[in-house]
């Protein structure tokens, strides 16, 4: 069964630098992820994929392009290993459109509560969190959020965009 995932794609040249800063520090993780906010977490799916296409379309289509705004570090620790950079702007309507995926063929439970962020450290020893979150706390950029993707996990690629989704 494929395991998919839906997100937001962080545009150049901030994708570049942020999965750059995750290989240097030696995140396991950065190899085969690009830089995004999350709609929809790793998931296996059964099934053809033309179903999740076609909400994934209607989900799209009821919502309007949006600004994000991406400012300072933040943690998910104790509970899981992660440091992220966080959304000063664009978190309700980032909101929105997970609530808007996330139904019909991909009603998925949550682990946790949804948190829009960009991942930039994970699965990583505390001084190296520590490290991350200082080293990044000054990191900034904005952008227009005018589509999402579908990816595709790969084993050997890892994931990779599939279909881009236009907000309308």
Do not use: K, N
């Amino acid at each position: 069964m494929p395991v998919i995932g839906v997100a937001i794609a962080i545009p150049e040249p901030w994708a570049a630098e942020l999965v750059d800063y995750r290989h240097r520090i030696g995140d396991p993780t950065a190899q085969g992820v690009p830089s995004h906010i999350t709609l929809i977490p790793p998931t296996e799916v059964s099934g053809a994929l033309a179903e999740i296409e076609a909400h994934l379309v209607g989900a799209a289509s009821g919502v309007a392009p949006f600004r994000v705004h991406l400012r300072g570090t933040g943690t998910f620790r104790p509970v899981s290993p992660v440091v992220f950079v966080g959304l000063a702007e664009g978190i309700s309507q980032c909101e929105q459109l997970a609530d808007a995926v996330r139904r019909g063929p991909l009603a998925v439970d949550l682990e946790y509560p949804y948190h829009p962020h960009v991942t930039v450290a994970h699965h990583l020893d505390d001084p190296t969190l520590d490290r991350a979150f200082d080293d990044l706390a000054g990191f900034e950029c904005a952008f227009d959020v005018t589509d999402f993707h579908l990816y595709v996990h790969h084993e050997q690629e890892g994931w990779r965009s599939t279909r881009t989704f236009p907000l309308s």
